[in-house]
Every structure is written in C-alpha cells, then in structure tokens.
C-alpha cells in the first residue's frame, strides 16, 4: 500500500462552519505533512509532524488546527475560516529515518472552497 | 532564507522538441533534490536525487544533480502533448521539503 488517502475531495463550507480534513497512510511513514497550495502557485508547507509530535508550524492562523492521533492519521480542523483560504489541501507523508533522506508521497488534495 | 528557484517559469514547445528545466537552490542540511509533475491534481513523484553526477533515467525522463553548483535539471526528450504539466522541483532539508514556484510546460501537437 503505498498510497496516502485524503477525505473529502471537495469541501465547501461558511465561515462560521467547522470542519476537518482526514488524511491516512499505511506505508509506515513517521512523518506527515499538511501543505496548502493556491491556483498556480506552488504548495507551501503548514504543519509538519514527526512521530506524532508537531515538528513545525509555519506560523499558520490558529483558525486552523492540526492533530495527529496516531502514527496512520492526521487531521486538519478548521473553524471561522476565511474566503482567501479556499485552496486545495494536500496531506503527505514521508519516512523520516533521521539522516536518510526520503520520498514525500502526496494524497490527492481535498479542494476547499468557503463562502 | 532558504529557498528554490525554477527556470523558465512557463515553456511553449512542440511535440517532439527537447526541453531542459533548470532548479537551483539556496539551503543548510541538504538531504535530497526531487522533481513532481503536476496536472490537476496532486503532484506525483518523478525523481529522487541525493548525490551529484548520477543521472536518474526514466523513459523519455532524465535528471541530474550538481551539489557544487547547488543545481539540478530534468531533461524530457521526444515531448509528448501528455507531457503537459507544472514540474516542480523540491529540496528536502531538515525535516522540511520546500518547493520551487515550478515551470509551466505546454506541448502543442
């Protein structure tokens, strides 16, 4: 299984709403990402955890928030998010073996739109 | 700061030209170079590259890595109009992969 799976694709949601994304992986990666990537840009990275502790924030809005309940899942939460946050969310996931360096395996995006 | 840069940003060939896509990058604790194409969806692996001098081939695909020079390049020959992508280059450092902005590439038939 080398796959790393994202729900749900599409997501439309209002800027009072809550809700969260859902990425999983079974290929035994310690570390995972979240990346969030505008029309035409390139992905920017938001969180990255390492063994299911959170290793970097890039300073993201805490309208956002990450989790990590285990090695196989991460979550996105989001709440009061804003119309310029509309873009597509990409979970990924690599081995991190301190000092190897390693593939980083994308989902397939969950595509947000709030109104 | 840290950072990849990507040349051309956007490219217009025709079926069956040559073309070269140019990463350069600027980072401390260098772990490894790799290349992603992109349509619409989520960017899928091309190339892995850790050490310089050794290229990577794959099909029409190749890419090579100058750790002096802190560059690479992927080179697709024969292009085809499914060749049609963003290609962007990522640098793994630390535990962090930073992207370059990509190149735009059009193959018109």
């Known amino acids: 299984d080398t796959e790393v799976t994202q729900t749900p694709k599409h997501l439309v949601m209002g800027m009072t709403n809550k809700k969260s994304l859902k990425c999983e992986q079974h290929?035994?990666?310690?570390?995972m990402y979240w990346y969030k990537q505008k029309a035409k840009k390139p992905p920017e990275l938001m969180f990255v955890?390492?063994?299911?502790?959170?290793?970097i924030n890039e300073s993201v809005p805490s309208r956002f928030s990450p989790e990590c309940p285990n090695s196989s899942l991460l979550n996105l939460h989001l709440h009061a998010l804003q119309p310029e946050d509309s873009a597509l969310y990409l979970c990924?996931?690599?081995?991190?073996?301190?000092?190897?360096?390693?593939?980083?395996?994308f989902g397939e995006g969950s595509r947000l739109t709030v109104l | 700061e840290d950072k990849v840069v990507q040349s051309p940003l956007s490219l217009v060939v025709h079926e069956g030209d040559t073309v070269t896509l140019n990463c350069s990058y600027e980072?401390?604790?260098?772990?490894?170079l790799l290349w992603y194409k992109q349509e619409k969806k989520a960017p899928t692996f091309l190339f892995m590259l850790?050490?310089?001098?050794i290229e990577k081939k794959s099909g029409r695909l190749s890419s090579i890595l100058d750790k002096k020079e802190l560059f690479s390049i992927l080179n697709i020959t024969a292009t085809q109009t499914g060749d049609s992508a963003i290609y962007l280059c990522?640098?793994?450092?630390?535990?962090?992969?930073?992207f370059g902005p990509g190149t735009r590439l059009s193959v018109l038939p």
């Open positions: 290929m035994g990666h310690r570390a």
């Open positions: 955890y390492s063994y299911e502790k959170l290793s």
């Open positions: 980072v401390t604790n260098f772990r490894s």
């Open positions: 850790t050490s310089s001098g």
């Open positions: 990924a996931s690599s081995q991190d073996v301190l000092g190897a360096p390693g593939e980083l395996f």
């Open positions: 990522a640098v793994e450092y630390g535990q962090n992969f930073v």
